[in-house]
């Protein structure tokens, strides 16, 4: 199963970078939640829930920032995928270009997303997905 949550991580970056939510939305489960590298200080402090929490991330980094997001590397362990991110945007009001990396641990179940986490440090990803160096 793991090569498929991997797929189902890409599909839903592809959906994210063209700005295609339903398409995103399918791909997460309706209790889900996501949450925001810790450093991020703009970050809900109990992060996204649900399909709608989802929206609300997609508008804030695609509709400020336009951030998109390119795949770098996956891991798995189990049903837990480990990716690295390029993170790349340009700010709406300022037009100031920022980037920085994004690793995501993402737990899967049943094929579709229930949770996902964000880390500036590949460290403490690596660590929160249970995967050793």
Same mark, same amino acid.
């Given at each position: 199963m793991s090569q498929e949550n991997v797929e189902v991580v890409r599909q839903m970056l592809d959906a /994210?970078?063209?700005?295609?939510?339903?398409?995103v939305l399918a791909r997460f489960d309706e209790g889900c939640e996501l949450n925001e590298p810790s450093e991020m200080l703009d970050r809900p402090a109990l992060g996204f829930r649900g399909h709608h929490g989802i929206r609300e991330w997609m508008?804030?980094?695609?509709?400020?920032? *336009?951030?998109? /997001?390119?795949?770098r590397s996956f891991a798995t362990h189990g049903d837990v995928v480990l990716s690295e991110w390029d993170?790349? *945007?340009?700010?709406?009001?300022s037009g100031v270009p920022v980037e920085w990396t994004t690793f995501a641990v993402v737990?899967? #179940?049943?094929g579709?997303?229930? #949770?996902?986490? *964000? /880390?500036?440090?590949r460290d403490e990803?690596?660590?929160?997905?249970?995967l050793s160096e």
């Open positions: /994210f970078n063209r700005g295609d939510a339903d398409a508008e804030k980094l695609r509709g400020l920032v *336009g951030v998109r /997001f390119v795949p993170s790349r *945007g340009v700010g709406q009001s737990y899967m #179940r049943g579709k997303i229930v #949770r996902a986490q *964000g /880390f500036l440090s990803a690596v660590e929160a997905a249970g």
